[in-house]
């Protein structure tokens, strides 16, 4: 398809597991986006790759979470031994190096028992 | 102090009216701004961009006014479909870099 796509769509989990999102961007995008949005919150920037640069992780609340981006195309978020308030809408979000905004996939819903 | 305020209403207005969304933002290294648009348990989506002059798409006028770091959005002629919640965005470079976005303001279209 043409546009970001995550999955899962949504992920019910049990508190202290590990889970792993996964985003594929736009193709020939080279800026990669995580954002994750609580109920009736915000959006909250977590972390951001852009080509071969090092990410900027300033947004990562805690060491249990991290990110990769292998082949500067698809990206993992991964949280270790989730907890209840990791509960959100996980969103992944691409955009060109010509400015264009960023572009949102449909995002990860994830849930903590 | 957040990086964008917004009010969040709600607004409820009729079909037909006109409703203006204001929003403010404290970093005046901000250099791009947008409008978001966001259907309940949907992801945001571009409205549209806001430029130093302003600028219209058919019933959306957006202004910036860097002075008081103050970006607004009106809508003209309220349809049903518009909705939503409306997100304002900043972005401190011009052209990459992280969004930082408003809590959204509820509008609410009724017929």
């Known amino acids: 398809g043409a546009g970001v796509s995550q999955s899962p769509s949504n992920k019910v989990t049990e508190k202290g597991k590990d889970v792993e999102l996964r985003c594929d961007p736009i193709?020939?995008?080279?800026?990669l986006y995580w954002y994750r949005q609580s109920l009736g919150q915000g959006l909250e920037f977590l972390i951001y790759?852009?080509?071969?640069?090092?990410?900027?992780k300033s947004g990562l609340p805690s060491d249990r979470f991290s990110a990769e981006r292998t082949g500067g195309s698809v990206s993992t978020l991964t949280i270790q031994r989730t907890q209840q308030e990791d509960s959100a809408v996980y969103l992944c979000?691409?955009?060109?190096?010509?400015?264009?905004?960023?572009?949102f996939g449909d995002g990860t819903r994830l849930s903590i028992l | 102090r957040k990086e964008v305020e917004q009010d969040p209403g709600p607004f409820n207005v009729p079909e037909g009216a006109t409703v203006a969304f204001n929003c403010t933002y404290s970093?005046?290294?901000?250099?791009?701004f947008f409008w978001y648009r966001q259907d309940c348990r949907k992801e945001p989506k571009l409205l549209m961009s806001?430029?130093?002059s302003g600028n219209e798409d058919g019933r959306f006028t957006a202004q910036l006014n860097r002075a008081s770091q103050y970006i607004s959005l009106l809508i003209r002629d309220s349809k049903l479909s518009d909705s939503a919640t409306y997100l304002c965005?900043?972005?401190?470079?011009?052209?990459?870099?992280?969004?930082?976005f408003g809590r959204g303001t509820q509008l609410t279209v009724w017929p």
């Open positions: 979000a691409s955009s060109g190096a010509d400015g264009q905004p960023q572009h």
């Open positions: 193709s020939g995008h080279t800026a």
């Open positions: 790759f852009q080509g071969n640069s090092a990410p900027d």
């Open positions: 970093n005046s290294a901000s250099q791009s």
């Open positions: 806001v430029y130093s």
């Open positions: 965005v900043v972005r401190r470079g011009s052209t990459l870099g992280r969004l930082y």
